[in-house]
């Protein structure tokens, strides 16, 4: 039939011989992306109204549809015409060809833009749904929606509700954010800054919303400076929309108190994660994931400081709080079994220290093998062994940390800085001079280069570089 009548006849006459009913889905079904989709993914797509016996009967209808028009053993509409793809997997797909065909049917259609509307509609609600810090699972589970995800925010926006908006690009920055690929994730962060500015204006509440999410992921990726310019701009739009007193401005000054944190400059950080604390339990009251969450950063601020009496409640309150609050295998109660794990270790308490660090690594099964906590507990357990002198044991931890960090963050991210100054030490003690100065000269160029030379982590690699040096000098 192709050969004789070309490909566009061969399609127009597949079309006319479809119902009406098949005609409409093959039109919605084109506003999907190039990629496998799920059949519950079309139903949220296709189902529009929110009268829930509506809902149960249109339900009915559309399994009516898919038995007689998805299934080739029905009646042999578009998947026997190879006009939509089962896959072996049972999801479906379009021909890029197909999909292009039933777009151009979709347009003549009066209600296209209806169509596109509940389809930007049901994505959002499904980008809604992805948590700031997914494991494996819920990963796994929303993978397949992402490329149609993406698919609206490249070429349907113009059918975003206004409020919709945030809700789409923070469901795609956050995806690829939580899983620690933090170069997928900045496109759709600053696009999402851009979108709502040429849509909402200059002051907005979803633009300071906007700025505080791409400073939040520049603080990830170790651009401090780029960081503090967005939340110090999100602060002052927060301020002058909400006033100086409101409860959301907590969020902000911890976020800030972050910044100055990862800077070296612990003593702006205290008053600012103190202030966002007492603001946060007189919103959200005494047992909530924020509370414990600020309960965690003021705590961090601490033994950096060696303020560890300080510290300690801070962290085993979080750590309970998350526990009650949002389970055993939550990413956060991995963060707080290492951040106690480190404090125990940083005191000297290796026995209480180590379990807490296994139990943290043990985790690994629900984040993920690659994952910024995974390489967090390999690198805090490795200096536990380290300071044991269980140096075989802490070798291969220092190096796959360092693997996971550089895969996820680049080659000059502070944590890979921290990582090669913690393998150097290693070596060092083993008496590998050798190995450890180099090692000790890149962490060294690093934090020069993003902290600079005055944090107190620069200091500290370059006193262990001048320290070995020493020792070879002076045997």
């Known amino acids: 039939m192709t ?13 006319q011989e479809l119902p009406p009913e098949a005609q409409q889905l093959g039109c919605r079904l084109s506003l ?23 809902s149960e009967e249109e339900q009915e209808e559309l ?47 009066p209600e296209a833009d209806s169509y596109k509307r509940s389809f930007c509609q049901a994505m959002v609600a499904v980008a809604k749904e992805i948590p700031d810090r997914p494991t494996r699972d819920q990963i796994a589970a929303v993978s397949l929606a992402i490329s149609h995800l993406a698919e609206v925010a490249r070429a349907l926006t113009d059918w975003l509700r206004d409020e919709d908006l945030i809700g789409l690009f923070m469901g795609l920055g956050g995806f690829y954010k939580g899983q620690g690929t933090y170069d997928q994730s900045e496109p759709w962060y600053k696009q999402c800054l851009d979108i709502t500015r040429s849509r909402l204006g200059e002051n907005h ?4 919303t906007s700025l505080n999410n791409l400073g939040l992921l520049y603080w990830s990726m170790g651009h401090y400076h780029k960081a503090e310019l967005l939340l110090l701009q999100c602060l002052e739009m927060k301020k002058q929309l909400l006033g100086e007193e409101d409860h959301k401005l907590s969020t902000n000054l911890n976020n ?32 909530h994931p924020d509370i414990a969450t600020s309960l965690n950063n003021l705590g961090i601020l601490y033994d950096d400081q060696r303020n560890y009496p300080e510290a300690e409640p801070l ?7 998350r526990k009650l609050l949002l389970g055993q295998d939550h990413p956060d109660v991995a963060q707080s079994l290492n951040n106690l794990g480190l404090l125990y270790y940083n005191q000297g308490r290796y026995h209480k220290a180590e379990p807490l660090f296994v139990q943290a690594l043990d985790m690994r099964n629900v984040l993920g093998e690659n994952h910024a906590h995974v390489a967090l507990s390999l690198n805090n357990l490795g200096l536990l062994y380290h300071v044991q002198s269980r140096f075989d044991e802490a070798e291969p931890l220092f190096v796959e940390a360092l693997d996971i960090r550089k895969k996820l963050l680049g080659q000059y991210h502070p944590h890979v800085a ?3 100054n913690n393998l150097a030490n290693l070596y060092r003690s083993m008496g590998c001079y050798d190995q450890a100065e180099p090692i000790y000269v890149q962490a060294l160029e690093i934090a020069e280069r993003k902290l600079g030379s005055n944090h107190p982590k620069t200091v500290t690699y370059r006193d262990n570089l001048e320290r070995l040096r020493d020792i070879r000098n002076n045997p």
């Open 205 to 208: 509440l979803d633009i300071a």
């Open 418 to 420: 921290e990582s090669l």
């Open 315 to 321: 962290f085993v309150e979080a750590l309970d709080m």
């Open 256 to 287: 800030l108190g972050l910044i100055y944190h990862a800077q070296g400059r612990y003593h702006e950080a205290e008053p600012l994660l103190l202030q966002a604390l007492d603001m946060t339990k007189q919103w959200r009251g005494e047992n």
């Open 3 to 15: 050969a004789q009548l070309g490909l566009a006849a061969a399609l127009e006459l597949s079309w």
């Open 63 to 109: 399994e009516e549809l898919r038995v007689r028009v998805a299934w080739p053993t029905a009646n042999r509409f578009l998947v026997n015409r190879n006009l939509l793809q089962l896959t072996e997997h049972k999801t479906y797909r379009l021909h890029q060809l197909i999909r292009e065909f039933f777009q151009t049917k979709l347009a003549q259609l």
């Open 32 to 54: 999907f992306a190039q990629a496998p989709f799920d059949w519950l993914l079309v139903e949220k797509c296709v189902i529009e109204t929110e009268d829930e016996d509506d």
